[in-house]
């Protein structure tokens, strides 16, 4: 069975810019600099989510996961101007809730929880 642990380190960092991201959004009121971050963070964490399904594709089809790399910016950000069938996304459709990200990611899949 191959080894998906090597993936922690990413879901590590996108557990972390999550919990920032909350942060952020629990003080109510954003400065002009909170804004700043939080836009930097939707971008760190798509590159976080494109990063992680390329390593799991990779492993899918047998081969290394380690091959896969962080896109830029402006790569992982053009995904969300290609509608698909069910229209812009930028996240698998399983992340996508009313609950804040870090809700829906602590009962995702991607984090090992059972369904």
Request: glycine share 8%; hydrophobic share 30%.
């Amino acid at each position: 069975m191959p080894d998906k642990s090597k993936d922690q380190p990413v879901l590590g960092q996108i557990d972390g810019l999550v919990k920032e991201e909350e942060g952020l959004y629990a003080k109510g009121e954003l400065t002009h600099d909170d804004r700043d971050r939080l836009a930097k963070i939707k971008v760190e964490l798509d590159q976080c989510w494109d990063l992680l399904r390329q390593r799991r594709a990779l492993r899918e089809f047998g081969r290394d996961p380690d091959q896969a790399k962080v896109r830029p910016p402006d790569v992982v950000e053009n995904y969300e101007q290609w509608p698909g069938p069910l229209g812009r996304r930028s996240r698998p459709q399983q992340e996508r809730s009313s609950a804040p990200l870090g809700l829906a990611l602590s009962h995702s899949p991607l984090v090992g929880n059972p369904k």
